[in-house]
């Protein structure tokens, strides 16, 4: 099973979500993101919010749309993603993606990418993934890993999210590395792509932030 979690972040960095929809698929609404799944003719299976970010009107459309609606007061100790990537990880889904959570207001984006932690720190089998327009973010544990070319996303950035990473070696990119140490605040990873049709990448300390992007 596959997770997609819509936030309410700006319409515009949207990708087109009708190219993630699938057979074993299932929707989750995030505050004003339930709108805009139900704009687009999407039903989430659930819904989660305080729904202060959308007008009386719409709200009412969301309470007659949307059968399971998990209705929160805006003061609590959890933000609404939490709240729903919490559910999404009980479901024991093989991949979770994130979408509306990025741009717009900087604490819920840094909030959002941390929140990619907790499924680390409780052992979660689950693939997560923030996607946006322009990005597809991961984090990823110390280990060996292939990493595919992709049509759109040839920029692809490595950014520490500890305080070190140790041992990174990338092989089958344009700048590649061996055995390097890097620094939480270092650029040195930014920016780089593929020369064939795959690479790989090894670390064998800290944790890493994948980015893959376009211009």
């Known amino acids: 099973m596959i997770i997609n979690i819509l936030a309410g972040g700006p319409e515009d960095l949207l ?33 989660f919010g305080d729904f202060d970010s959308v007008s009386p009107e719409e709200l009412q459309f969301i309470e007659s749309k949307v059968e399971e609606l998990k209705r929160f007061k805006p003061e609590k100790d959890e933000t609404d993603m939490e709240l729903a990537l919490n559910w999404a990880l009980e479901q024991n889904p093989e991949k979770i993606r994130i979408f509306g959570a990025t741009g ?13 932690l907790n499924p680390l720190r409780a052992k979660k089998a689950a693939d997560i993934c923030l996607i946006d327009r322009n990005n597809l973010l991961f984090l990823k544990e110390p280990g060996t890993y292939t990493i595919n070319k992709m ?7 490595f950014v520490p999210l500890t305080l070190n ?6 092989e089958g990119f344009k700048f ?24 790989t990448f090894s670390f064998s300390e800290g944790i890493l932030i994948v980015i893959r992007s376009h211009d």
Request: glycine share 8%.
């Open 15 to 47: 990708p087109d979500l009708k190219e993630f929809e699938g057979k074993n698929t299932i929707w989750v609404g995030v505050d004003r993101g339930v709108f805009h799944l139900l704009k687009r003719n999407i039903s989430p299976v659930i819904a």
């Open 104 to 116: 717009g207001r900087l604490d819920h984006l840094f909030a959002n990418v941390q929140l990619l």
């Open 151 to 157: 049509k759109d996303e040839k920029y692809i950035s």
């Open 165 to 170: 990473v140790s041992g990174i070696t990338l």
């Open 176 to 199: 590649p590395l061996k055995n390097q140490h890097i620094s939480l605040g270092s650029t040195l990873c930014i920016s780089n792509e593929l020369i064939s049709d795959y690479g």
